[in-house]
């Protein structure tokens, strides 16, 4: 039987195509797994704050979605060079990049205020000490507004007792020793291996895993906690693969 030339028209024009150029080969998308949410050509910004044990903040901020990165460490001081052991008149600080697409110094100003509580003198929940202070790190006349407006509210909840939090112009934040970044799912091997062990470096700069040190931590906002909770388990399921994004 002959072919009708109509139909058969289109694959003759892509045959030629192909034949004609061999880097016309066709490309399927990549699949989600390898499509990275943070372009690359990211601008992102960063903002510090201090509320208490280090290892507890960098798993609240961590786990938000639109935080890029975080690193603990020590601000609000004056000493050089400061070490957990030897702090000086630092404050335990989180660092946290963010992408302001997704998230902005406002929203996390409001994390900050309901994940601490800022008239505790002297410590934090059962932590006491001055390294434990409440501390707004600002940069710019922008987030200082913001800061001082955010703090006048919080005041005015309750005129009770005294808000302690400060509001500093950030200086120097010297990360913290390697042991303290991240402690909430280094303390979890199982939550480790979901992710292929990953090295030291590649932990404290990988989104993926601030948001399981929250996860790790159950800090993070119940919605993204339960949306984990359904990749862990899928692949608790699975068996394989690894965890790459949540
Ligand atoms: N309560 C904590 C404080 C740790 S911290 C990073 C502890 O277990 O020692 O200062």
């Not at 694959?11 to 034949?19: E, F, G, M, R, V």
């Not at 960098?58 to 890029?68: I, K, R, T, W, Y």
């Not at 993204?224 to 608790?236: A, M, T």
């Amino acid at each position: 039987m002959k072919k009708n030339p109509v139909t058969s028209l289109p694959y003759l024009i892509i045959a030629i195509i192909l034949s004609a150029n061999p880097s016309h080969s066709i490309r399927f998308p990549n699949p989600i797994s390898q499509v990275t949410l943070i372009p690359s050509n990211e601008v992102t910004k960063t903002a510090v704050f201090a509320l208490g044990s280090f290892w507890r903040s960098e798993s609240v901020f961590g786990c938000l979605d639109g935080v890029v990165r975080t690193s603990v460490g020590y601000a609000g001081g004056s000493k050089l060079n400061p070490e957990y052991r030897s702090l000086g008149d630092h404050a335990e600080s989180i660092l946290i990049e963010y992408d302001p697409r997704l998230i902005n110094f406002r929203q996390l100003l409001e994390v900050f205020w309901s994940s601490h509580d800022s008239r505790q003198v002297f410590g934090q929940g059962p932590d006491v000490g001055n390294q434990y202070r409440s501390i707004i790190f600002i940069n710019g006349t922008e987030e200082s507004r913001l800061a001082s407006v955010s703090k006048e509210r919080e005041q005015s909840k309750s005129r009770s007792s005294i808000v302690t939090t400060q509001i500093q112009q950030l200086e120097t934040f010297y990360p913290a020793e390697p042991e303290h970044q991240k402690f909430e799912l280094k303390r979890n091997p199982f939550l480790l291996q979901l992710i292929g062990n990953l090295a030291e470096e590649e932990l404290e700069k990988s989104s993926l895993a601030a948001k399981l040190n929250g996860y790790a931590a159950e800090l993070c906002p119940p919605r993204i906690q339960s949306r984990i909770d359904g990749k862990v388990n899928e692949i608790i399921r699975k068996g394989w693969p690894i965890l790459r994004e949540v």
